[in-house]
């Protein structure tokens, strides 16, 4: 069976390149590829994209709201647990939150906040999460979580609500300078392979459907809330 | 899936007297139309984005082979299985394999257009399997034993009474009397019945949007994040992909998600836009153990080949047919195969043969809306207009027809004959047309007449005009400035 494989793999490659009429070994074709892989180039970028800090993270917050979901501010990185207590209770939802194995939750004080914190990935039965997007884009006012065990990628759709922490400075205008930084965080400039994290999941807003009637019902089935707090300083 | 194509004409008359249906397709131009225009305005560089997007898929398939070999290095290199499949039912066979060796019994599975086109469900049902359309509306058409009448929104066809219908007789194990009449609460009862099937599946199935050379990923975009389920909780993942997915770049596929979601929906992004990069790594607590990625070619190296090789940069966004005017008086399933409005007029040929879906070339006016709004810049009545030629050469064109047009071609190749006859028509139309019973009813058009009346020539031809120095056409365009003027 494998040869049959292997064959259907020479099979393709060769019909391709006859209907190119194009040769694999072509060392002027592979330069050209090899350029454009390694090189990466950016394409137009919408000047949305490319606003001073303040505007961008203004835009940012308004996307998230216009697609639904809410944002919350906070001075630093020890007031999660109040802003986290506070959307619980503004809900009036138990005080149970499912998290991953994230540094930036390990500094919070949890019982001071009145709330459990399981560490893992989430199950059906986890209503709240909690995850840190290393980074994010303004320009749709996207959340980029990359998996990992500090950040589970369950806990981005099981539960019905997905709280997310992002530290305003990493928030991009655009998706290309959010994609940088996550070639700088994940070591996939250096040779010898791309090391992008397994899952990289780019979210813009809680689950919604449009399929009966193309009425926007929320919740799917993914979150049907999403909850930004937003690191200022 | 059975075609229906030749059945065209029966569809359409079927379709066009199917009240549900009218109600439902009422929908596509308040709906996908009007958001799409809202969000290109919204974006001043759209139009400049899809140029770009549409360069970028002509290069990457001028070295498609070399792309490809890059992105299976890279998939191998992440720990990932990649298969090679010339046709569907070599697809088919792989995917039923992978099932096996896992000893699956359900599998998940998120909207995939070319899982329909490869007929995978039927397949990996004869061998026994629970296959789960898990995609809202695609789970709907499942249980009622339909396929999707439009690429990305699979039960545009039906109305909310349908639905109440179809979950009151499928999930018979939920009480009878419970309320069901709102689309919130359709909604929240799928998400229950389907959540138990992500939990318990042992293969997620997905299509791909895109796949990106430089990494090995394959991206997808949903809204209701059923196909992020889909490939996390199972233990194996399989991802099915035509070859004409690939971009080079995450910088291109950036680009190219840009315009999708603005084609498709009319959303500045889908709600999760997700990069998959093979199975999961130390550490992990969740993700598939197991991936593998179906490289399918099923007719894409022909096309390649052939003079409709633009139609391979198709990101399957579903604008055509939300602008064409054919489709949206019809629907999809008019078209008899998996792809519907002018994209399907154009692949459906290409994959089941011009003799079975002969009329599909032909419903078209060659308006140009689908081309206007193509983000990839497809020449879709050009390519239709090829199947059409390519029609005639097979000697498909009815008799009547074909002599029709062999008489044209020869009045056309014979410019005196050709003026003096029009020249007379063009009089004995006009004058007959001034007769209000004849507007009414044209003896060849009568189908056309029944709804409407035949303006009513100037009685000059063009070339009449022009050689009388455009004196009357110059002279009604004044008056017409007059008219506006007041």
Partial sequence: MSSTRTHARKLILGDIRSALKADGDDRARQFIVQKKLRGHARNLIPSRAMLPIDARQRLFQTMLETQLASVAHINNAEQIGDAVGSYLRSLNLEKVICTGSDKIFDAVDWEAAHIARKVGRATGDDPISLSHADVAAAETGTLFLLSSAANPTSLNFLPEHHIVVVRAVNISGSYEDAWEQIRKITGSDRQGGVQIPRTVNLISGPSRTGDIEQTIIMGAHGPRRLHVIVIDE | ?486
Avoid at chain 2, 7 to 17: D, G, P, Q, S, T
Avoid at chain 2, 67 to 84: C, K, P, S
Wanted: net charge positive; with cysteine.
């Fill in chain 2, 1 to 486: 899936m059975k075609t229906r194509s030749s059945n065209f004409k029966a569809n359409v008359a079927e379709a066009l007297h199917d009240g549900q249906l009218q109600k439902a397709l009422k929908n596509v131009p308040d709906g996908f139309v009007a958001k799409r225009a809202k969000a290109r305005s919204k974006l001043p560089e759209f139009d400049a984005l899809t140029l770009e997007a549409r360069q970028i898929k002509a290069h990457t398939l001028e070295h498609l082979d070399l792309y490809l070999e890059n992105f299976e290095r890279q998939v191998i290199a992440q720990g990932g299985n990649v298969h090679w499949a010339r046709s569907g039912v070599d697809a088919c066979d792989i995917i039923g394999d992978i099932c096996q060796s896992n000893d699956a019994r359900i599998v998940a599975k998120s909207k995939s257009m070319v899982t329909e086109e490869i007929a995978l469900n039927g397949h990996l049902e004869r061998m026994g399997l629970e296959v789960v359309e898990t995609d809202l509306g695609e789970y709907i058409i499942q249980i009622r034993g339909e396929t999707p009448s439009h690429i990305i929104a699979p039960a545009i066809h039906l109305t909310k009474e349908q639905i109440v219908d179809d979950f009151r007789r499928v999930h018979n194990e939920l009480e009878t009397d419970r309320a069901l009449e709102s689309p919130e609460t359709l909604v929240a009862e799928a998400r229950e019945v389907l959540r138990a099937k992500f939990l318990a599946a042992d293969v997620g199935i997905t299509g791909a949007n895109l796949l990106v050379a430089e990494t090995g990923a394959s991206v997808i975009v949903t809204n209701e994040g059923n196909a992020d389920l889909v490939q996390t909780l199972p233990r194996v993942h399989i991802v099915v992909a035509s070859i004409e997915k690939m971009v080079p770049t995450i910088e291109d596929a950036t680009t190219i998600l840009r315009v999708l979601a603005r084609s498709a929906t009319g959303q500045e992004l889908s709600t999760y836009t997700t990069f998959t990069n093979g199975p999961r790594r130390a550490g992990d607590m969740d993700g598939p153990v197991e991936t593998h990625v179906i490289l399918l070619d099923n007719g894409r190296t022909e096309l390649l080949a052939s003079e409709f090789h633009e139609v391979l940069r198709c990101i399957r966004c579903g604008a055509c047919m939300n602008h064409c005017p054919v489709y949206q008086a019809v629907g999809g399933h008019s078209y008899g195969w998996v792809y519907p409005g002018p994209i399907g007029a154009v692949l459906t040929p290409s994959h089941v043969g011009i003799e079975e879906a002969y009329h599909l070339p032909f419903a078209s006016s060659f308006c140009g809306a689908c081309e206007a709004v193509c983000p990839m810049g497809i020449p879709l009545p050009k390519l239709m207009r090829q199947w059409r030629n390519r029609a005639f050469k097979k000697e498909l064109t009815s008799r009547g027809q074909a002599k029709l047009l062999k008489g044209w071609l020869w009045l056309a190749m014979r410019p005196r004959t050709y003026h003096r006859l029009t020249s007379w028509g063009m009089r004995a139309f006009s004058f007959a047309l001034r007769r209000p019973a004849l507007a009414k009813w044209l003896p060849l058009p009568a189908d056309w007449t029944k709804h409407r009346e035949f303006p009513v020539p100037d009685g000059m031809s063009f070339q009449a005009r022009f050689k009388n120095g455009g004196h009357r056409l110059t002279h009604t365009r004044r008056h017409a400035d007059k008219k506006g003027g007041r």
